[in-house]
């Protein structure tokens, strides 16, 4: 589990996609990369917006990766390009500090996380001058985990550029903190599965001690990703983050109800460990002690004896410093109740038994329902997504990813996934031009990939 990222020897004139990298590189920079990195996106399975509360989460890296060409130089500069001709070429001197506009969430101030990540990781004073031309496959703004797995790419090749070292936990950690600069408070699965990723197995991720389990997926079952066309860019709204606070004035409630000290906890799993209860237990507390209509700010500053001043600087992020209204009831049950299903999830996985693909479903079916019931991170275009993939033969799909757009994960047995396709690709996407268009990079049958690695030519 603590050991480095791999260093893999590949033959570029039999990789089509890193031959046209590499021609993109030289016709840019006049010279050839010394190396590459890839980090790949991920699909939740199951498990989602609870990372941030300290809960397992049971993620798998699919193919669609982030790919980058390096060379490292005596410019004093960085400068990046991009395959993909919408994103503009940056440029950034290396003696400078590194300036993350969190305002205007563009893609190079996502490769600049990872820098700055490794930069302070190390104390690096002056980084080493960089060439970079990055090339991706993972559909942006799409619940996929584009984002994260630039930071990841770019965190990887700048500590091999400057001769660094760190373990795949390391690195993981140090890109979700890095990755917090763009402004999203993410609890670090993206990064985490990025990073350790295997071959052909789902993992359980646990972050008290960061940790990844493998999870045998049942056979006879494959997951389809089907996006539903609308874009979700978390940095660039405030939904993400207020679900973030609501979960932290959440924990701070239940804590005073129940004699904690609320300014030792942030995340609703700490609430659970320090009262020893189950999850059944933690879910009768919150109807207990969490009414469902929403709190005003006057309410939660009056039961946890703080001022509006604590309030907007101890509890509530740059971006929602206007929300005046939080569902602290239904946040709270969704997040324990996911955590639930998580490990519900992993305990079917594990016994392998008759009957298992179905029980899946039913909990995936679970997690869309409360993603989209208590949690209210759906959308319409996602909800009906869903519908679709139900009636076109999926045992369970949900909502993958942050939500308000983006991604469905659909499992299909094996001997419908064909038509299951053709079904979706029928009702959602033909009848509509703009994502029929999209159709071929947006439904896709999926498999678990492996980790970030280092790429060398031979």
């Excluded at 941030?52 to 790919?67: D, F, H, K, R, T």
């Excluded at 700490?270 to 002690?289: C, F, G, I, N, R």
Aim: aromatic share 6%; charged share 20%; glycine share 8%.
């Amino acid at each position: 589990m603590a050991s480095n990222p791999p260093k893999l020897k590949i033959e570029i004139t039999s990789n089509e996609r890193l031959k046209n990298l590499k021609d993109h590189f030289e016709a840019k920079f006049g010279e050839s990369p010394l190396f590459y990195t890839c980090a790949p996106g991920r699909v939740n399975l199951i498990g989602e917006h609870i990372d941030y509360c300290g809960y397992s989460v049971l993620p798998m890296a699919i193919e669609q990766n982030i790919l980058a060409a390096v060379c490292v130089n005596n410019s004093g500069t960085i400068q990046l390009a991009n395959t993909n001709p919408q994103y503009q070429d940056f440029k950034v001197s290396c003696s400078e500090d590194i300036i993350i506009d969190r305002e205007n969430p563009k893609w190079y101030y996502y490769f600049l996380c990872g820098v700055k990540g490794i930069q302070e990781k190390f104390g690096i004073g002056r980084l080493a001058g960089m060439s970079c031309v990055v090339d991706g496959t993972v559909p942006p703004s799409s619940g996929l985990s584009s984002s994260s797995a630039l930071v990841c790419c770019s965190g990887l090749l700048t500590m091999e550029a400057n001769q660094k070292s760190l373990s795949k936990v390391d690195l993981a950690e140090i890109c979700t903190k890095s990755e917090r600069y763009i402004g999203t408070e993410g609890g670090g699965m993206d990064q985490s599965i990025s990073f350790l990723a295997e071959k052909g197995t789902a993992k359980l991720i646990e972050f008290q001690l960061l940790r990844a389990t493998d999870v045998k997926l049942p056979d006879g079952a494959v997951f389809v990703i089907s996006n539903c066309c609308v874009e979700m860019n978390k940095a660039a709204s405030s939904h993400y983050n207020i679900r973030v606070v609501e979960c932290r004035i959440a924990t701070k409630m239940l804590a005073q109800a129940r004699g904690l000290d609320p300014s030792r906890l942030m995340k609703l799993s700490q609430v659970q460990t320090e009262l020893k209860a189950s999850l059944e237990e933690m879910l009768a507390l919150v109807d207990e002690v969490l009414h469902p209509e929403p709190y005003s700010r006057e309410e939660i500053c009056k039961v946890l004896g703080i001022t509006t001043e604590q309030m907007c600087a101890e509890l509530l992020s740059a971006n929602t410093q206007h929300v005046t209204n939080f569902k602290l009831h239904q946040r709270a049950k969704h997040v324990y109740g996911e955590a639930e299903r998580v490990m519900r999830f992993k305990s079917i996985c594990d016994a392998g038994a008759a009957g298992s693909i179905t029980l899946l479903g039913e909990l995936m079916n679970q997690s869309h329902a409360s993603c989209r019931d208590q949690y209210e991170c759906s959308c319409p275009e996602l909800d009906r997504l869903v519908d679709i993939c139900l009636k076109s033969g999926a045992v369970g799909s949900r909502l993958t990813g942050a939500g308000w757009g983006g991604c469905a994960v659909s499992m299909v047995t094996s001997e419908k996934a064909a038509s299951f396709l053709q079904a979706v690709r029928d009702a959602y996407y033909t009848p509509d031009p703009r994502r029929a268009a999209m159709e071929k990079q947006s439904l896709f049958v999926t498999k678990p990939a492996g980790g970030a690695a280092v790429l060398l030519e031979e």
